[in-house]
């Protein structure tokens, strides 16, 4: 079982930077893959940014070279920062801990909009 807590969301201007942070506990986080996903109003919930337990990343085309995922394994978190943050990057994001099953945080909206 894993509880995920995220934080950092809030209203940024286009081109600006934020940094969201996803905070776990529970079981052993480091044999987990990590994952960042966005929910915009009337869109599917879409994968942002992956992180395995081996700490191999991939990213949606969409923002590669903008978002970097990490992890720190001994403080059980998994950041994403976020800079040249445009206004189709608004949404709700989730933090996502994958093993064999699936485990959500309650999410954080990010508002990209001058």
């Known amino acids: 079982q894993v509880q995920l807590v995220e934080s950092g969301g809030g209203l940024v201007q286009p081109g600006g930077s934020l940094r969201l942070s996803c905070a776990a506990s529970?079981?052993?986080?480091?044999?987990?893959?990590m994952g960042w996903y966005r929910q915009a109003p009337g869109n599917q919930r879409e994968l942002v940014a992956r992180i395995t337990s081996g700490g191999n990343t991939n990213y949606a085309d969409s923002v590669k070279g903008r978002f970097t995922i990490a992890r720190d394994n001994a403080k059980k978190t998994v950041n994403l920062e976020m800079n040249s943050l445009k206004p189709e990057d608004t949404a709700v994001y989730y933090c996502n801990a994958h093993r064999s099953t699936d485990y959500w945080g309650q999410g954080t909206q990010v508002t990209v909009s001058s």
């Open positions: 529970g079981s052993i986080f480091s044999t987990f893959h």
